[in-house]
């Protein structure tokens, strides 16, 4: 599987940003999809997830601000993210778990990943 993330930017502080992640030699509505981030120094977080089933699970800190899709017909999945904050600036990461794990925060769970988008947030 071959995933191409796209969408990130620079915006300011509660702005909206749209990431989109199309996958190739896979099908995002069998796998669960997630986007992860990292900021400098810090580990790989889990951001938001959609499972083959189509339900959704989000970091706490983002829950009520980013929302997480799939659109079947182009094999792609979305996170529309508002009312950003600094602290979610970050490289943003799509990676797809083909084993459909139940432990699905846990970043050595995915077998896959896009290359990363940066976001950034101004005060």
């Known amino acids: 599987v071959q995933l191409q993330a796209s969408g990130g930017g620079s915006v300011q502080a509660g702005g909206s940003l749209r990431l989109s992640c199309a996958a190739s030699g896979g099908t995002f509505s069998r796998y669960t999809a997630s986007w992860f981030r990292q900021a400098p120094g810090k580990e790989r977080e889990i951001v938001a997830g959609?499972?083959?089933?189509?339900?959704?699970f989000y970091e706490d800190s983002v829950k009520g601000r980013f929302t997480m899709t799939r659109d079947n017909a182009k094999n792609t999945v979305h996170l529309q993210m508002n009312s950003l904050k600094p602290e979610d600036t970050a490289v943003y990461y799509c990676?797809?778990?083909?084993?459909?794990?139940?432990?699905?925060?846990?970043?050595?769970?995915?077998?896959?990943w896009g290359q990363g988008t940066q976001v950034t947030v101004s005060s």
């Open positions: 959609i499972r083959w089933s189509g339900s959704t």
């Open positions: 990676a797809v778990d083909i084993n459909r794990n139940v432990a699905v925060r846990v970043a050595s769970n995915y077998d896959f």
